[in-house]
């Protein structure tokens, strides 16, 4: 199948990231590469792009995409790994590093993914397919009160309890196989006057349960601070988020670095020793525009936050 995504917030992002032209930069989310070929675009010949992709079609994609391009390394790995794949191949440190979160076009309209609530398909959700972890045994093997916390929490789904006792209830009858079974049970658990409102039933819990398989917040609080570590100074990294759950950690991680005094204000001089360790290169998230949300409706929650990194 192709691998076609249209990236969002491109220009804004490789404007804001790109601060030398022959730099060396990491695209931490390659998807299908649309971030990445704008920056080699912009990029002169002794540039260098580290891209990485825990997604093997993403992969193969990248490699023929970029086959002829000698500034492009690829590799198939989680970011989470960010910091030892540079060390370990001598590429550090780094000029700039870009995150485009979520779950990219071609992965949620590939049916037998199983991210989409809109098509019928196994019940897996993994973004990379070598782990063992899938929406599957997640659904059908752990205990309510887990599955109520991510579905409440990640999904910020007010009726996670209800939905988990249909949950339940129907797994007992047998194990749930695929998602279609998965978005019946959620439209049951739902009362009808709350499915006539807001988005798609099925969408918060879906988005809980890819997070779980991904453990995309817990990766992103680590990978967050390994981008620090592996910027150079005057270096910039650049997030794209997709929910309010990533967008927290992000901005949360921003504020933490900015070295704010956290002395009492009786303290007649600071006694913490806090030093930003970044600048804000904008104060507030830049969203897309409506031109841009119209030509592509997924960017409609996307919010781009970007920090330079200071000398020591």
Sequence with gaps: MGFEHKSVLLEETVDLVLTKTNGRYV???????????????????????ICLDQDEIAI?????????????????????NLESVLKV???????????????SSPQLDEAARGFSYMQDAPLDMRMDRRVKLTAEIIVNSWEPEDLIRIIR???????????????VEARQKGPLKTTGQLVEIIKNAIPAAARREGPHPAKRTFQALRIAVNQELEVLEKALDQALICLSAGGR???????SLEDRIVKNKFQS???????????PICKCGAKPLIK??????????????????RARSAKLRVAEKLPV
């Design 237 to 243: 990294l650049a997030v794209i988020t997709f929910h």
């Design 27 to 49: 695209d931490c989310t390659l998807g299908a590469g649309g971030h990445s070929a704008e920056l080699l675009r912009r990029l002169g010949p002794e540039a260098e792009l």
């Design 257 to 267: 670095w900015l070295g704010r005094c956290s002395c009492p204000p009786s303290f």
């Design 280 to 297: 804000l290169v904008s104060r507030k998230a830049i969203v897309p525009s409506k031109q841009e949300i119209t030509q592509n409706p």
């Design 153 to 167: 929490d990640y999904g910020e789904e007010k009726w996670a309890t209800r939905i988990v006792k249909f949950i």
């Design 89 to 103: 191949n001598g590429l550090l440190p780094v000029d700039g590093i870009m995150f485009d979160l979520g779950v």
């Design 60 to 80: 193969t994609n990248a490699r023929s995409k970029f086959a002829t391009d000698q500034r492009v390394k690829i590799y198939q790995q989680n970011f989470v």
